[in-house]
């Protein structure tokens, strides 16, 4: 196992347990295969027990979790021929986003997603996956051109949300989020959106706005982050497992709110313990929709999005109590 979270930690032991019975045996030329069985098969239920019933908080730590694949890793294996594109013609680029042309299956689309760091230097350097104005108007730039070209737009989403300092909101950091939202509902291509980590915020809904919106089965989206959440309504950032409970910001969560339309099956363990297959996975419900979503025209992808859009929450109103929605 690489990585392991703190929930992990009862896996890993007995994993050791295993490899330290299996050294032991060959050191001492025993044979200990009926142990080693009988600890691999407790094993098995172990991990079946712990990843079929995890918390909101540890599915927020997979969300999180530092090897998690990130869009260049998907672009990679889902998609050929990608030509990276660079900066929003108008101040700089923003290595938070990334983009350019690719293809689905022999299909031209433009790819555009968050973008975070393999290690501290990388993190630093795309600010965490948090876009700057500046990114959002590189995305922008590159879905326009799509819309111009009549190329699919396909959107992978993994920010904690926007940058929230000083540099980001003289820019224009509402408005480039407001700009996106309101571009993108009038695209006349097929828009497709995947959360594959964390769908923080504006910084997730600038990139968000699709025809179809699918979520990975440990990832998040969330109107805040749990600890921001907390700081606001409780006035202590330590209690956002709570918060997150509350937010209701689980893939399963979101299903049920009808705010994504289907949610994307992960390896045991999280989408870090094998890439390929959760690559092949995307491709797959991409490859679906995408051919299904073809057959419309503009106009028809415009009202499917807006409608997807409309429907997405409800007013209810108490009995007995009618002054309120």
Not at 126 to 131: E, I, L, N, T, V
Not at 200 to 211: H, I, P
Not at 311 to 321: A, D, L, P, S
């Amino acid at each position: 196992m690489a990585g392991e979270l703190p929930f992990e930690q009862p896996l890993l032991e007995l994993k050791n347990k295993i490899e330290e019975l299996r050294k032991f045996g060959a050191d001492k030329h025993m044979d200990f295969s009926d142990e080693i069985a009988r600890l691999e098969q407790r094993y098995e239920q172990l991990a079946a027990e712990l990843y079929s019933n995890m918390s909101t908080a540890e599915k927020m730590q997979l969300a999180r979790h530092p090897q998690r694949p990130t869009t260049l890793d998907y672009i990679q294996l889902i998609f050929t021929d990608f030509i990276e594109l660079h900066g929003d013609r108008l101040y700089g680029d923003d290595l938070a986003i990334i983009g350019g042309i690719a293809r689905l299956n022999g299909v031209p689309v433009t790819v555009v997603g968050h973008q975070k760091g393999k290690d501290t230097k990388d993190n630093i350097a795309r600010h965490f996956g948090m876009p700057h104005p500046d990114g959002f108007r590189k995305g922008l730039r590159l879905m326009k051109q799509a819309n111009k070209f009549k190329r699919p737009i396909i959107t992978f989403i993994d920010t904690p949300g926007a940058y929230p300092g000083g540099a980001a909101e003289e820019r224009g950091q509402g408005e480039a989020i407001a700009r996106n939202l309101m571009e993108m509902a009038s695209f006349g291509v097929p828009i497709l959106c995947v959360v594959i980590g964390e769908g923080g915020s504006g910084g997730a809904l600038a990139l968000g706005v699709g025809n179809r919106v699918f979520m990975l089965e440990n990832s998040i989206y969330s109107v805040s982050s749990p600890e921001a959440a907390s700081s606001i309504l409780y006035k202590d950032a330590t209690r956002s497992k709570e918060a997150a409970d509350a937010m209701k910001i689980t893939s399963e969560h979101i299903k049920a709110l009808g705010v994504v339309d289907d949610i994307i099956p992960e390896p045991r363990g999280g989408a870090h313990r094998d890439v390929q297959a959760q690559a092949e996975a995307i491709k797959q419900i991409l490859t679906k929709h995408l051919e299904e979503l073809s057959a419309l025209s503009e106009k028809e992808l415009v009202e499917d999005r807006y409608n997807k859009f409309r429907q997405i929450g409800r007013f209810t109103i108490q009995e007995g109590n009618h002054n309120h929605a």
